[in-house]
């Protein structure tokens, strides 16, 4: 199957610091990209989808400023946690999807971010 | 508005049990696709399977098995003869036509010996 990998797979940071998370589609091309958020013992829940080449869509709540995405390539997108908070400590995972169509979007490994 | 429902919050049985797990969902579109994850202690998420809207075969994996049901949007889960490494959280998800997945609130399943 497809292979999407996200690093690192653990950080932790300073309050004030950012962070960037990378995720990576290692054996296909990847026009849809999605990153999603989950809290301890909760579910996941999108934060933003980005298309290669155009900005990001965020949901509703997600402050795009704290949440920068990039997606310069088909093989790869960013997430940078700016200015990271406490609050912002959670489970981050990416997903992408192949530009052929297919239905199936490709789970990374996930980033646990802890901000000290 | 909630997509998936997860009811249950948390299933608890002995090894050799079989456990099934209730996803019910909501969508106005006519083609969409239902998956079921599973989520072990180590955070990753494992695909377990994906069935679109025009397939409501059900489907057996091994121990694992599934139940599509369009008329009462139920996509059932079940595990066979359960072992201690099934404990795990599972979501049931959604995706409609953006492709973005709308995650159930999950159940976490315990195995005991």
């Known amino acids: 199957g497809a292979v999407v990998s996200q690093h690192p797979s653990r950080v932790i940071c300073k309050s004030g610091t950012s962070v960037k998370i990378e995720c990576r589609s290692l054996?296909?091309?990847?026009?849809?990209m999605f990153w999603y958020r989950q809290f301890p013992k909760q579910s996941l829940m999108l934060m933003a989808t980005?298309?290669?080449?155009?900005?990001?869509?965020?949901e509703q709540g997600v402050e795009k400023d704290k949440f920068l995405i990039n997606h310069a390539s088909l093989t790869l997108s960013t997430l940078t946690v700016t200015s990271a908070h406490p609050e912002d400590s959670s489970f981050y995972i990416c997903?992408?999807?192949?530009?052929?169509?297919?239905?199936?979007?490709?789970f990374g490994q996930g980033t646990r971010l802890t901000v000290v | 508005a909630q997509k998936v429902t997860q009811a249950q919050t948390e299933i608890s049985v002995v090894e050799k049990e079989d456990v099934t797990l209730d996803c019910v969902y909501e969508?106005?579109?006519?083609?969409?696709?239902l998956f079921w994850y599973k989520q072990p202690p180590s955070g990753e998420l494992v695909f377990l399977i994906r069935?679109?809207?025009?397939?409501?075969q059900n489907e057996i994996s091994g121990r694992y098995s599934w139940n599509f049901q369009k008329s009462t949007s139920s996509f059932n889960f079940t595990i066979t003869a359960s072992q201690v490494v099934d404990s795990a959280v599972y979501f049931c998800?959604?995706?409609?036509?953006?492709?973005?997945?709308?995650f159930g609130a999950g159940t976490t399943v315990t195995v005991r010996a």
């Open positions: 997903s992408a999807r192949n530009r052929r169509g297919r239905s199936e979007a490709f």
């Open positions: 069935r679109n809207s025009f397939d409501e």
């Open positions: 998800a959604l995706s409609e036509f953006d492709y973005k997945l709308s």
């Open positions: 980005s298309n290669e080449g155009s900005k990001a869509t965020y």
């Open positions: 969508t106005r579109d006519t083609t969409y696709y």
């Open positions: 054996d296909f091309q990847a026009t849809t």
